[in-house]
């Protein structure tokens, strides 16, 4: 569904993002895993346009990605800390958001009830918890039922039973053909949800495959032991 050739990003003289090479299945629920500053957001902005590459391609779904909008209407995103117009209220928001993209979101309501958020579409999103404007952001994430998925750290401020609902939306979503990117640090979320995951650190894929694949080839016995080994050696080689 998505694949990433050669890619390499520079911020000035800073290189974030050196000579990537990553494919991503279609219908997976690929975990993307790293240290802080090891690229993770960076690749993100370049798949979601948000970032042009300094070299390099991306083809999403059979086409290369040249600068072209009409690429995003195949991504919903759901970024770590949403940020929102406060004078709008959830209702208008959405409507805004279906006039921009000249559709009817089909899965609107239902997200709407799913999140419990009926009682509060009219209220200024200015007035709304952290934990709600997330539920928000994953309303907008999956409203149009794109192909592909982004989550960057959805879980975060969610409480324990909204997040164990939004995990399984995940789960139903990728058993339908949904591609999932799930771009966490919270390895027991990777272990339950992922079949595919990729190790990033200083901007190269150290690591891409299924968490069985990654114990056996490092030997460890456990998710967390197992990227710290891979770390290590990756740091080792780069000497």
């Not at 709304?128 to 592909?148: C, E, H, N, Y």
Request: one cysteine or more.
């Amino acid at each position: 569904m998505i694949e990433i050739r050669s890619l390499v990003k520079f911020y000035g003289p800073r290189k974030v993002l050196n000579n990537l090479n990553l494919n991503i299945p279609k219908g997976s629920i690929t975990g993307i895993v790293g240290p802080n500053a090891c690229g993770k957001t960076s690749l993100i902005k370049c798949i979601l346009g948000l970032a042009v590459p300094t070299t390099g391609e991306i083809w999403i779904d059979g086409k290369k990605v040249d600068g072209l909008g009409e690429f995003r209407r195949k991504i919903g995103y759901m970024p770590q800390t949403p940020t929102f117009p406060g004078n709008l209220c959830l209702r208008e928001l959405l409507d805004m958001l279906e006039d921009l993209r000249g559709q009817t979101a089909p899965s609107r309501s239902d997200l709407i009830n799913y999140f419990a958020l009926e009682k509060i579409q009219n209220q200024p999103l200015e007035q709304l918890s952290g934990g709600t404007r997330q539920k928000v952001a994953a309303v907008i994430a999956f409203m149009f039922d794109a192909p592909i998925i982004i989550l960057d750290e959805p879980t975060v401020g969610l409480d324990p039973l909204t997040a164990v609902h939004f995990k399984d939306l995940v789960l139903r979503r990728a058993q339908q053909g949904t591609t999932v990117i799930f771009v966490s640090h919270i390895l027991t979320e990777i272990e339950k949800m992922a079949n595919e995951m990729v190790f990033i650190n200083d901007g190269e894929v150290v690591f891409s495959g299924s968490i069985p694949a990654l114990l056996q080839q490092t030997g460890a016995s456990e998710l967390d032991r197992a990227l710290i080994t891979l770390f290590e050696s990756h740091k080792e080689q780069r000497r």
